[in-house]
């Protein structure tokens, strides 16, 4: 009786121990966890317990094309321009035809500025077409000739909107569409993938650095359009293609939309903004058979062993007025080494009409210092 009494009376004060726990470190007062209230932590575990509603599968690859044409075409626009070609011996009247993207439901549009342009100057009359039969008559806000961009006006409300990509999330592969007006065929839709990224383009003048690569078809009338990912987002600008008889042969190239951003935020900034000019012809003193010609005819010189000869100095241009000469060699661009043409066309891509560059020289055996101020290429705003 005693052993039955014993255990009663243990088992008692177990419990009652064990309850006394239980309400310390079940109530708020007595916790000594994150400090949160039972409610909030009920809350947290639901959470954390509940996944997200599954997504819906992947559609189909033709649903998908559909769907992105669908959500980014009411935004692309024809762009027609008409203007006097003043150059040659007779002007004459021109006409032009593009593409553009509305970026604003109030009505602002990019395009390219080649576009916009007629014989290098803004064309005084343009006109926007909307893929639902409106017409808007389009002023010029400013354009960037360094980034090929130009910044259009209309006049309209509730316009449709181009849905915004990010450039930088593209890979080489992913699908794309170009959309635009090629050769006057409005609302012209065109898939394919993106074939490189940050691409540079010689012998293309006026394009930018960086630039898409896509094998969707791009041709004549595509350039201002929209480059838009597998969901219709625009993460590109149309602006070129690369062909030996002008028309599609499967590389065209796209300027990212990202970089687009910038180059409105610096229009809306400073206005228009053209390509810095120097008015140098130059070439590498490495040339091997440069480099034996200029020892032929200077046998007594030392020549430097990297740098960029002045083969050319255009008249009253900036490096005219800063004394550069026919004959120097440019040895470092603004404290660092110049070894390559390269170095300096990409700084020239860059660089901004009315920037300061400090140029050391070497001519005739003398090293010499120089500062240019960047002037705006010719037929440029």
Known sequence: MRKILGFLVLFGLGFLVGAYVLNIYSSPEGRRGVGISTAEERRLVETLGKPEPTQQAPTSFET???????????????????????????????????????????????????????????????????????????RVLGTDARNDIALLKIEGKNLPVAPMGDSNQLQVGDWVIAVGNPFGFESTVTAGIVSALNRRVRGLRGLPDNLIQTDAAINQGNS?????????????????????????????????????????????????????????????????????????????????????????????????????????????????????TDQLEQFMRRARPGERVRFKLWRFGRVLETEVILGTAPDQP
Do not use: C
Request: hydrophobic share 45%.
């Open 64 to 138: 998908m094309l559909r769907n992105a044409a669908a959500r980014i075409s009411p935004a692309v626009v024809n762009v027609d321009v008409t203007g006097e070609d003043t150059r040659g011996f007779f002007a004459r009247m021109v006409q032009g035809r593009g593409s553009g993207v509305i970026i604003s439901a109030d009505g602002y549009v990019i395009t390219n500025n080649h576009v916009v342009r007629i014989g290098g100057r803004i064309a005084p009359d343009i006109v926007v077409n909307l893929s639902d039969g409106r017409r808007f008559k389009a």
């Open 224 to 340: 201002g359009g929209a480059l838009a990912d597998s969901r219709g987002r625009l993460v590109g600008i149309n602006t070129a293609i690369f062909s030996p008889s002008g028309g599609n042969v499967g590389i065209g190239f796209a300027i990212p939309i990202n970089q687009v951003r910038e180059a409105v935020k610096d229009i809306l900034a400073h206005g228009s903004i053209g390509i810095a000019w120097l008015g140098i012809g130059y070439a590498s003193i490495a040339d091997p058979q440069l480099r034996r010609s200029l020892t032929e005819r200077f046998p007594d010189l030392q020549f430097p062993a990297n740098g960029l000869v002045i083969m050319e100095v255009w008249r009253n241009s900036p490096a005219d007025r800063a004394g550069i000469q026919p004959g120097d060699v440019l040895i470092d661009l603004n404290g660092r080494p110049l070894r390559e």
